[in-house]
């Protein structure tokens, strides 16, 4: 399973964390180098989450920190240094939105997240 966890202060978004698989295409007995969808749950959150990281980076040139390992189970961490910017709030809302779809076309057996107040 995938869990996403995004965290605010005073209501302003600060960090974000994204860990595990969804393995959704086992699950499914969908494996193998011949199966063409793969786990299109892994991948479909994958792209959103590292986009939204390459944005804030690239496009808005956010002050941001992050880390990214793909090994033992997967783990994306996003930390903003200092207060983001309006625009880099809608990213972040677009991430949500979008994990949101993600979570409700395939379930929360393979995805879940939470936006807490830190």
């Not at 709030?89 to 395939?106: C, F, N, V």
Request: net charge negative; aromatic share 8%.
């Amino acid at each position: 399973m995938i869990r996403v966890t995004i965290q605010k202060e005073k209501g302003a978004y600060k960090s974000f964390i994204c860990t595990g698989h969804a393995e959704y295409a086992s699950n499914r007995g969908l494996r193998g180098l011949l199966n063409p969808q793969g786990d299109v749950v892994c991948a479909g959150v994958s792209a959103i989450v590292i986009n939204t990281v390459n944005c804030l980076e690239d496009l808005l040139h956010e002050d941001i920190g992050y880390d990214y390992d793909d090994k033992e189970g997967g783990l994306l961490t996003c930390v903003f240094r200092s207060a983001p910017t309006n625009e880099a709030s809608l990213l972040i809302d677009s991430m949500i939105h979008g994990l949101k779809w993600i979570r409700k076309e395939y379930g929360e057996r393979y995805l879940k997240f939470e936006i807490e107040e830190v």
